[in-house]
């Protein structure tokens, strides 16, 4: 099983970013996937899940009208839309696969 992320980058305050999640190594379009996040100094947390049909599972509240999480099983792809982003969405982001398998991360900076 491999996750890859991809997308993060430094932003503004009030930018965008689109975080990707390549998924290898299982049946991608069976399982439940979810992004999560950990910021210097805190706990890791959950900030969306997503069901094997592309129904949105989850949001954690500080996010919710912000980010999209969405999926492609054709590609093996979870995105997480992030619009609107505060300087405490800055965080490394990590993609999950239902079966307990982790990303390394993306990190993105929310910063002017």
């Known amino acids: 099983v491999q996750l890859v992320e991809s997308g993060g980058g430094l932003v503004q305050p009030g930018g965008s970013l689109r975080l990707s999640c390549l998924a290898s190594?299982?049946?991608?379009?069976?399982?439940?996937m979810y992004w999560y996040r950990q910021a210097p100094g805190k706990e890791r947390e959950l900030v969306a899940g997503?069901?094997?049909?592309?129904?949105?599972?989850s949001y954690v509240d500080s996010v919710k009208g912000r980010f999209t999480i969405s999926r492609d099983n054709a590609k093996n792809t979870v995105y997480l839309q992030m619009n609107s982003l505060k300087p405490e969405d800055t965080a490394v982001y990590f993609c999950r696969q239902a079966g307990g398998y982790w990303g390394r991360g993306t990190q993105v900076t929310v910063s002017s």
């Open positions: 997503i069901d094997t049909l592309g129904g949105a599972l």
């Open positions: 190594g299982f049946s991608f379009s069976r399982h439940e």
